[in-house]
T-cell receptor, first 112, second 119 residues
Framework: SQQGEEDPQALSIQEGENATMNCSYK?????LQWYRQNSGRGLVHLIL?????REKHSGRLRVTLDTSKKSSSLLITASRAADTASYFC????????????FGSGTRLQVQP | GAVVSQHPSRVICKSGTSVKIECRSL??????MFWYRQFPKQSLMLMAT?????????EQGVEKDKFLINHASLTLSTLTVTSAHPEDSSFYIC???????????????FGQGTRLTVV
């Protein structure tokens, strides 16, 4: 199964509203990353939060990390129609493979 | 950030033919590249890890004879889908890790993906 499970699976909001997406993971991590994917395109890195950090900001993005609950959240404030995309959290797989494992993703639709 | 170029972005092929997808790191050397597969509205699933100059490491359930991976140089990895069938239709994405850099503190760099349709 996926390392990360995200909720909600789909989210539809109006422009200007805030969008919150949650991610849970199962194993210990060094960091957790969030990526964005526009339909049919590759992934774009948004933000990385280290395991010793609790909160991080980047522009309209705010990420929190609770290692005791093995969960993270991504908040997009003052959403825009251009924020419409799928958002994935990702963590490193075991050190042998060094690949990222992705959550199930949240499809965000921002209505203009 | 570093640039990973994936080509082609879209390909349609006939059942039984083979298709090659290229993944290039344009401004850095990539000792390791990763190939993912993504079905519609689903997450990315790791298929294999490609190491420069050595054999790829495949994930459980991925047929290595069907999905041939070659990583002949520090800037190029290729994925060949052999004897493609309609069930191989999917979105394939590569990712690269820069030489000397780990994923401990840095992001991974992704190609734009290849939409494969087998008819």
């Amino acid at each position: 199964s996926q390392q990360g499970e995200e909720d909600p699976q789909a989210l539809s909001i109006q422009e200007g509203e805030n969008a919150t997406m949650n991610c849970s993971y199962k194993t210990s991590i060094n960091n957790l990353q969030w990526y964005r994917q526009n339909s049919g395109r590759g992934l774009v890195h948004l933000i990385l939060i280290r395991s010793n950090e609790r909160e991080k900001h980047s522009g309209r993005l705010r990420v929190t990390l609770d290692t005791s609950k093995k969960s993270s959240s991504l908040l997009i404030t003052a959403s825009r129609a251009a924020d419409t995309a799928s958002y994935f959290c990702a963590t490193l797989m075991d050190t042998g493979r060094r690949a990222l494992t992705f959550g199930s993703g949240t499809r965000l639709q921002v209505q203009p | 950030g570093a640039v990973v170029s994936q080509h082609p972005s879209r390909v349609i092929c006939k059942s039984g033919t083979s298709v090659k997808i290229e993944c290039r790191s344009l401004d850095f050397q990539a000792t390791t590249m990763f190939w993912y597969r993504q079905f519609p509205k689903q997450s990315l699933m790791l298929m294999a890890t490609s190491n420069e100059g050595s054999k790829a490491t495949y994930e459980q359930g991925v047929e290595k004879d069907k999905f041939l991976i070659n990583h002949a140089s520090l800037t190029l990895s290729t994925l060949t889908v052999t004897s493609a069938h309609p069930e191989d239709s999917s979105f394939y994405i590569c990712s690269a890790r820069a030489r000397g850099r780990t994923l401990m503190n840095t992001e991974a760099f992704f190609g734009q993906g290849t939409r494969l349709t087998v008819v």
